[in-house]
């Protein structure tokens, strides 16, 4: 990533991540995630994160996030949550 923003395009795609696998009153945590970075952003780009649930296999799913700066691909995101039988103290 130019200028070291990997991070910033990271936390963007596990922020959508995570609103995604709570958006129906889970309570869900990261499992695992991975990135793949495509082309790097440079100042002044706006990013645009897109989820979606691909599947849900018991307390378990699989999230796949985009990052595109306008019609360009910077990054393919894929999480799997975890549901909590409560919540956290």
Do not use: Q, W
């Amino acid at each position: 990533m130019a200028d070291g923003y990997g991070g910033i395009v990271f936390s963007l795609a596990d922020t959508a991540f995570a609103c995604a696998c709570n958006s129906d009153s889970r309570i869900a945590v990261a499992a695992d995630c991975s990135i793949v970075f495509v082309r790097p952003v440079l100042v002044g780009d706006t990013l645009v994160a897109r989820a979606r649930e691909r599947t849900r296999f018991g307390r378990s799913g699989r999230y796949d996030v985009t990052i595109i700066c306008g019609d360009s691909l910077v990054a393919e995101f894929r999480g799997r949550s975890h549901e909590l039988k409560e919540p956290p103290r």
